[in-house]
């Protein structure tokens, strides 16, 4: 089993392009998340998705928006790319409810 | 707004000491309480889960326990080795609002001396 995987690895913006981040997990899980680390702020959630066909959003949901693609898949869309949103982006997946929360490799992120 | 707090932000240790980390949380409403190891520049490996309904859990040389009355859980490490080093960040599940969302501390970084 692969896990939580995440495309890109790395990725450069200038400001005001859009990007989606990719994620995938192969565990049956039924919730998914995105969430954004920064140095000094800890990891934080932009938006979950409790279970197909449902997205919430998080602490910091601002400039983003998100799809469940299928149960599998859920996509993290950047649509006007600013400085601020320079940070480390993880997707994690589990079950559901208080499952253990597994994390995909990360996303490292630049805007210009 | 639960708050998840660890201290120390950094302990630096000989290799075959045991050690403590702590974690504490403002609400004690909590379903669970996960520990996780980070490597510099990689994802979040889940290390330990400890439910509400229980005292503690145990893998290897990890041991994590869990006092909801007092709003502490730590994370005990014995006979560290180089390996080791590396930052533990502790999550809780609480169960206000949304049961979904894990509130993380700002982890320990942990360095293992030779």
């Known amino acids: 089993n692969a896990g939580v995987t995440q495309t890109p690895k790395f990725q450069v913006l200038k400001t005001g392009q859009s990007m989606t981040l990719q994620c995938a997990q192969d565990?049956?899980?039924?919730?998914m998340y995105w969430y954004r680390q920064d140095p000094g702020m800890g990891l934080r959630l932009i938006y979950y998705s409790a279970s197909e066909g449902t997205t919430d959003k998080g602490e910091v949901p601002n400039g983003y928006n998100v799809s469940r693609l299928n149960k599998r898949e859920f996509s993290l869309r950047l649509e006007s790319a600013a400085p601020s949103q320079t940070s480390v982006y993880f997707c994690?997946?589990?079950?559901?409810?208080?499952?253990?929360?597994?994390f995909g490799p990360g996303t490292r992120l630049t805007v210009l | 707004k639960q708050e998840v707090t660890q201290i120390p932000a950094a302990l630096s240790v000989p290799e075959g000491e045991n050690l403590v980390l702590n974690c504490s949380f403002t609400?004690?409403?909590?379903?669970?309480l996960q520990w996780f190891r980070q490597d510099p520049g990689k994802g979040l490996t889940s290390l330990l889960l400890i439910q509400s309904s229980q005292r503690e859990q145990t893998s290897g040389r990890l041991n994590a326990s869990l006092d909801k009355s007092s709003g502490r859980s730590t994370l005990y490490i014995a006979a560290s080795q180089p390996g080791d080093s590396a930052t533990y960040l502790c999550?809780?599940?609480?169960?206000?609002?949304?049961?979904?969302?894990?509130?993380f501390g700002k982890g320990t970084l942990l360095t293992v001396n030779p």
């Open positions: 999550a809780d599940r609480n169960s206000g609002g949304s049961n979904y969302k894990l509130t």
């Open positions: 609400d004690s409403a909590i379903y669970n």
């Open positions: 994690a997946s589990d079950l559901g409810g208080t499952d253990t929360q597994y």
């Open positions: 565990m049956n899980h039924n919730s």
